[in-house]
């Protein structure tokens, strides 16, 4: 078993920036491709950001690169995500996502293992 725990949501403000962690446990860490989802309310889960489990690749959908960053620290079992330049848009539920692989995976069904999610909203 794997258990993920995202935290550094939170209440933003457009412009904003926000980094968003997930420490993982159960498994070595350096096995496990990870990635992070968001989901707004009424909306599908959407894919935001992949990382191989040694870092060394990384995808964005459109909708977010250049200004969502993924990266991890395999010595801590840690994936970040680092979001600039906050748009309303990026308002929704934040996941990290695992699977014991080689590859790059930006579908929620490849993925193993969930954290519960980080929040992150808008101020009005």
């Known amino acids: 078993q794997v258990q993920l725990v995202e935290s550094g949501g939170g209440l933003v403000q457009a412009g904003g920036s926000l980094r968003l962690s997930c420490a993982a446990s159960?498994?070595?860490?350096?096995?496990?491709?990870m990635g992070w989802f968001r989901q707004a309310h009424g909306k599908e889960r959407e894919f935001v950001a992949a990382i191989t489990r040694s870092g060394g690749i990384t995808h964005y959908p459109g909708s977010v690169e250049g200004r969502f960053t993924i990266s991890r620290d395999n010595a801590k079992n840690t994936v970040y995500l680092q979001i600039n330049s906050l748009k309303p848009e990026d308002a929704a539920v934040y996941y990290c996502?695992?699977?014991?692989?080689?590859?790059?995976?930006?579908?929620?069904?490849?993925?193993?293992?969930w954290g519960q999610g980080t929040q992150v909203t808008f101020s009005s």
């Open positions: 159960g498994r070595t860490f350096s096995s496990l491709a």
């Open positions: 996502a695992a699977v014991d692989g080689s590859g790059l995976y930006w579908l929620p069904q490849e993925y193993d293992y």
